[in-house]
């Protein structure tokens, strides 16, 4: 049986500007190249989730235009159930630009547009659906308003509920009340907690103070080295593949669609479903573009054998 991933989220065209280096205040370089593909947050994980095999939803909003138009073909094309995402009449979609330098290092900037549109009255509006899902999933590209409202009616149905702090941002509290899983990097986790992220005593300490904010189960992924996990059973630390990164733009929302094809929902197979993770990250990183580098099941475990 394979998971079913309800994703609340953002749906973005992002173009990506490569640059030999980072340009310094005041200066203007030339880019090498310009592209655009569908991402956004909340559409790369629920892509990432679809092509590792879950049967996934999403619920979002974009503009009347063919950018709007584009993102939800986009997530069709990946087999995701698009009936939820809804189109705003005057608000146009979300975009982003990524600059991207010769090192595979990347500074985004994101116009939210409709994704910030989102209602609570829009989200409780699909219960039915998110009812349905082993695992909803969102992240900080939509209003939190929405997001407390999609948690409060996924724990009504014993939905789990999984949260990734991205962009960081000061957070409704009791969000976390309703938070499964939270998944941060390291900058996001200290942002939270106000605990620096150095050694694994600190994510102790991290995973402790989310613990007193109201959530028993935690992810950090720490870039390159890999993700230290605790939860009700303990904590542990599963390293990275090492690969040769090219664009680092959606690994860490690869990480999270996989791990949610493959974790149960008890969380009890977390140390397994983030080696999964951490391969279809480490492909990820290997490719261009946001979308167009997420791997599918078939890539991921050929990449495992």
Sequence with gaps: MSNKVTVLGSLNVD???RVARMPQPGETLSTENKSSAAGGKGANQAVAAARAGAETRFIG???NDDAGRFMVESLKDDGIDTSAIITDATIGTGSAFILLDEAGQNSILVYGGSNQQIKPAEVTAVEDEIAKADFLI???ETPQDATLA????AKKHNVTTILNPAPAAKIDPEILKVTDLVVPNESESAILTGIEVTDEASMDANAAKFRELGVKNLIITIGSKGAYYATADG???VPAFKVNAVDTTAAGDTFIGALSSQLKPDLSNIATALVFAQRASSLTVQGL???P???TLAQIEAASK
């Design 15 to 17: 173009t990506t500007l």
């Design 138 to 140: 969102t992240q900080f």
């Design 289 to 291: 573009g946001a979308m």
């Design 61 to 63: 909003k974009v503009g």
């Design 150 to 153: 999609a948690f409060t009616v």
């Design 293 to 295: 580098s997420i791997p």
């Design 235 to 237: 904590s542990g630390f």
